[in-house]
């Protein structure tokens, strides 16, 4: 499966994002996907997650109340729909997707397949 990420870009402080995580390939019920993170010298750290059957979510606690994952199956598309946006979200996000379990988890390691990164900015 190749993935496409999308929907990057700079935002104020408190604004909104939904970013868009498209697959081709395959069809996308088939892999949980994860959002996950990378600023500047730091580590990739997972954004939120969702299982391929959609009964199961994660979400970073740092994330946890603003953002909401979501999954258009027949689109082949999951959507990060990020609210309330501060400074500390500035980050490359990539999307992620795994065939081998219902939940890829909060893990990198349990995702097999990944997309190349969108930029989201957010300015003071």
């Known amino acids: 499966v190749q993935l496409q990420a999308s929907g990057g870009g700079l935002v104020q402080a408190g604004g909104s994002l939904r970013l868009s995580c498209a697959a081709s390939?395959?069809?996308?019920?088939?892999?949980?996907v994860g959002w996950f993170r990378q600023a500047p010298g730091k580590e990739r750290d997972v954004v939120a997650a969702?299982?391929?059957?959609?009964?199961?979510?994660y979400y970073a606690d740092s994330v946890k109340g603003r953002f909401t994952i979501s999954r258009d199956n027949p689109k082949n598309t999951v959507y990060p729909q990020m609210n309330s946006l501060k400074p500390e979200d500035t980050a490359v996000y990539y999307c992620?997707?795994?065939?081998?379990?219902?939940?890829?988890?909060?893990?990198?390691?349990?995702?097999?397949?990944w997309g190349q990164g969108t930029l989201v900015t957010v300015s003071s």
């Open positions: 969702i299982s391929r059957s959609n009964s199961t979510t």
């Open positions: 992620a997707a795994d065939s081998r379990a219902n939940f890829g988890g909060s893990w990198r390691g349990g995702y097999e397949y």
């Open positions: 390939g395959r069809t996308f019920s088939f892999y949980s």
